[in-house]
């Protein structure tokens, strides 16, 4: 179910990804209209901005296989604490269940601070750039402008546009996160959905196709293969 629910909103922000490109697009075509050197020096850390949102979105794919692994070891831990309490508490079995919840208690608190920390480490990151870069251009065409270079309006339109990429860009990385995490329980869904059922038949089957009183099973045995 937590699979589900992950995958569910990583679908929900995939409209952010075709439609935040081409807002960032439009901004950046308005911007070289309005001066193609200053665009140009500031694009050159574009780049660089791709390539931290990839490194952090694989590591946001393994922990976040980690966590949808150990919440799911912790579900099938308390559904057969639930169903066998009867079993635990005849074993006196309750301290072994204890030891056997912390650890994957412990398991899911370790993954999930990997993944909240690359989550929220990203953002201020990448808004720490786009700062940086938008004080160069500040600083470039003010000079601009006292030298008459470009006009105070040009120059303020520009500074405008520039700043407006920074929205598009934060839910890009929002959008990449969720469907970085979205990914992996998309595997898990998948896994589970492919496998197969192997019933293996006896010899002799009988096949009936009508009921008649009733049906009895008779030397009927079950056992778990080693």
Avoid at 45 to 50: C, D, F, N, Q, R
Avoid at 190 to 205: A, E, F, P, Y
Wanted: glycine share 6%; hydrophobic share 45%; proline share 2%.
């Amino acid at each position: 179910i937590n699979d589900v629910q992950v995958f569910a909103q990583g679908v929900g922000v995939f409209s952010d990804v075709i439609r935040e490109p081409i807002i960032v697009l439009a901004l950046l075509g308005y911007a070289f209209y309005l001066n193609f050197k200053l665009t140009l020096i500031m694009i050159a850390v574009l780049p660089l901005i791709t390539l931290i949102i990839d490194k952090l979105g694989r590591s946001l794919r393994r922990y976040g296989h980690q966590t949808q692994e150990a919440v799911g070891e912790i579900s099938s831990l308390m559904q057969e604490s639930f169903s066998g309490v009867r079993t635990i508490a005849a074993y006196d079995l309750k301290d072994f269940m204890k030891s056997k919840f912390d650890d994957s208690n412990s398991n899911i608190l370790k993954a999930a601070f990997r993944t909240i920390t690359i989550q929220e480490f990203s953002q201020p990151f990448i808004d720490l750039m786009l700062i940086s870069v938008l004080a160069g251009v500040v600083y470039y065409g003010g000079k601009g402008v006292i030298l008459n270079t470009i006009s105070a309006g040009d120059f303020f339109s520009y500074v405008v546009a520039v700043s407006m990429i920074q929205d598009p860009l934060r839910k890009l990385n929002n959008a990449n996160s969720k469907l970085n995490i979205a990914s992996t329980a998309a595997q898990r869904i998948m896994i589970v959905l492919s496998q197969k059922i192997n019933i293996i038949g006896g010899q002799n089957i009988i096949t009936k196709s009508d009921f008649n009183d009733s049906i009895e099973f008779k030397s009927v045995n079950f056992y778990y293969t080693k």
